[in-house]
Structure formats: C-alpha cells, structure tokens
C-alpha cells in the first residue's frame, strides 16, 4: 500500500524567494515518485520524476527534487520563485513493480502563491 | 505529438441524470485512467485500462460508474444516475505499456450535479 502527505495545503512566498514544498511517502516497495503542476482549469503537467539511479532530480521551469530514502521524502525545491509558478503542486507515487501496473497515488496538493 | 484529448470541457446535470466522457489517449500509449478529481483533494484513480482490458477498477463505484474502451483506444466513462458528490473533475490520463515515465493528462472535465 502506498501514500503520500503533503505538509502545508498553501504556501505563499514573495517574488524571488526560496520555494520548498514537501512531500513524504509511505510505501511497501520500492517507490517511483513525481511531482505534477496543475494552473487552473487545465490538467496536471508533469514536472520530474526519480524512477532510479541520481537521488537529486532536475526539472522544467527550474524546478528539482531529493529522494531521500532513510527520510521518506520527496521534497520540491525552486531557488527563485516566479509569479509564474503560481499553480497547485501535486506529489505522487507509483510502485516500481517492474510489470505495467503504474497506479499513481496522489498527495492532497499543496497550492503555491507567489507575492510581487 | 498530440495529448490526450477530453470532451466536454464543463458539463452541469441534475441529480438523478446521466452523463458521459469521453477520452482519446495519446497515440501509441496502450494503458489508460481515469481519475476523479474532487476539489481540495488529490486525483484518484477510478479505472485503469491495459489495452481494452480493465487492469484496476478497485476504487470505481460500479453501481453507478462504468467505464470502457473500444478497439484499446478511445474510452468513455458514464454515470448513472449522478448524484451530488460526484461533482468533480474527471481527467484522463495515458501511459506507454513498459516502463513508468510518468502519465500525461488531459485537461479534464469538470462536472456539477445540482
């Protein structure tokens, strides 16, 4: 069984600030594990993924994540937010099984404002 | 290469309606979700198909849900009668057969039951 907590429903940071939103998981296998970006009346874009291999992900729109294994999370990470980014950010994970069985479980979401 | 295309964008019905969705996958992506989306919460994953076979409908409430997919491409997914929780976004979502490079999504459906 898997899930995934998103610590802070809304995080708001000023225009050029350190973004961080978390993300821990909970699962019985190895995880694969993504973070999703959705803006408003539009589907979820995929932002990365960590399937194997560099712990440290890189991303689009500047955007990177860390697995770390022993702390059981998956955080995002940008250096300097954009009014852009402004959007709902959506951990994931999938159980790396090896088959075709990809089932992603989603985290509440967390929603990003970013202030002038 | 084109996304997953989804139709109607916004759909209203009253309780006790039916209504269906529509959804055509990425070209070449044989597995296929369908995910409600309800607001304030994360997506999950109402059916998933593996060609035109269903692989996980574990969470789908089949007395009043159901969902197909002709010929491993296109799918519809149906509601029967709607009821007012099932107000939500459906979005469709596609993947390659092997390996998890992560789905893509259509930009969904948003429906209101009143």
């Known amino acids: 069984a898997q899930s995934v907590t998103q610590l802070g429903s809304h995080v708001s940071v000023s225009e050029g600030a350190l973004v961080l939103l978390r993300c821990n998981y909970s699962?019985?296998?190895?995880?694969?594990l993504f973070w999703y970006v959705q803006y408003p009346n539009q589907g979820l874009q995929l932002l990365l993924k960590?399937?194997?291999?560099?712990?440290l992900v890189k991303g689009i729109n500047g955007f990177e994540a860390e697995f770390k294994k022993s702390e059981t999370s998956f955080h995002l990470t940008k250096p300097s937010a954009h009014m852009s980014d402004a959007a709902e950010y959506f951990c994931a994970v999938s159980p790396y099984s090896g088959g075709s069985n990809y089932k992603l479980t989603f985290g509440k979401g967390t929603l990003l404002t970013v202030n002038p | 290469e084109a996304g997953v295309a989804q139709s109607p964008r916004y759909k209203i019905i009253e309780k006790r309606q039916s209504v269906a969705f529509w959804c055509n996958p990425i070209s070449g992506h044989a597995t296929l979700y369908w995910y409600q989306q309800i607001l304030g919460q994360g997506p999950k994953l109402l059916i998933q198909f593996q060609n035109n076979g269903v692989v996980d409908d574990s969470q789908l409430p089949k007395d009043r849900f159901s969902a197909e997919r002709l010929k491993g491409v296109d799918s519809t997914l149906k509601i029967q009668p709607a009821k007012l929780e099932d107000s939500a976004v459906y979005l469709c979502?596609?993947?390659?057969?092997?390996?998890?490079?992560?789905?893509?999504f259509g930009s969904g459906t948003r429906l209101t039951v009143v």
């Open positions: 960590y399937t194997t291999g560099a712990t």
């Open positions: 699962s019985s296998v190895p995880p694969y």
């Open positions: 979502a596609s993947s390659y057969i092997r390996g998890n490079y992560g789905y893509t």
